[in-house]
């Protein structure tokens, strides 16, 4: 259909991600999904798939003029090496700022030239928590202020917003200890992870139908962990 509007989603291919892909092809999206590499990926015939490492920043205004129009983009790749300070080595630095901060503010910009009018940026409660891993607590912290400024910048011509969610249950969890796990749950209500589903249907929610007010805002995903 001509009419058919077109959502951009890293790391569409698994996690959150692959929520996402699920329920934009209930909605009769065309989805384009950009991610390193699609093993076990089951939609490859209904999604168009691109191989891409988005720690190539210098070429993503190449990846995005490529694809024409985009009318949603929907920054959720991201990674978390759970490392310590003094033993993060220099070449994880680089890859964290540039997969976690650089490559969605990067795509953000090119986007938004190709026509997208909503924007939401995956982040995290580690940017406010002084998270173990403080590289990734950092790229978190700064997407979430990415957000608020560029939602000032295109004023209210772009819709721009972010989920911060607490730690949630997909591949991302097995850097973790058992240890930390268990201490999580014990910090929010319920006593459980968010589940991929939850964080899927929010952020579908922000890119398709919450109130053009909403914007430059961030959705805390936290289950009371701030209080106790």
Excluded at 115 to 122: E, P, Y
Aim: with cysteine.
């Amino acid at each position: 259909m001509a009419d058919t509007k077109t959502v951009l989603i890293t790391g569409g291919n698994k996690g959150i991600g692959l929520e996402l892909t699920k329920a934009f092809l209930e909605l009769e999206y065309h989805i384009i999904v950009v991610a390193r590499d699609f093993r076990n990926f089951a939609y490859k015939n209904e999604v168009e798939c691109i191989e891409y490492d988005l720690t190539d920043v210098e070429n993503i205004p190449k990846l995005v003029a490529s694809m024409g129009k985009i009318d949603i983009l929907i920054n959720n790749a991201g990674v978390m090496y759970s490392l310590p300070y003094d033993n993060y080595p220099q070449e994880k630095v680089n890859s964290i700022l540039k997969l976690n901060l650089e490559a969605p503010i990067k795509l953000i910009e090119e986007c938004v030239k190709a026509g997208t009018t909503r924007v939401v940026n995956n982040a995290s409660v580690a940017a406010y928590t002084g998270h173990p891993d403080i590289w990734y607590g950092m790229t978190k912290a700064a997407l979430i202020n990415a957000t608020k400024s560029f939602a000032k910048l295109y004023e209210g011509k772009v819709i721009l917003n972010a989920v911060a969610p607490s730690p949630v249950d997909t591949d991302m969890q097995k850097v973790n200890t058992p240890e930390r796990k268990e201490a999580f749950k014990k910090s929010v209500i319920i006593g459980r992870f968010a589940t991929a589903i939850e964080v899927a249907k929010t952020i579908l929610w922000l890119a398709t139908e919450s109130p053009e007010y909403i914007n430059g805002t961030t959705v805390d995903m936290n289950n009371g962990s701030y209080m106790r």
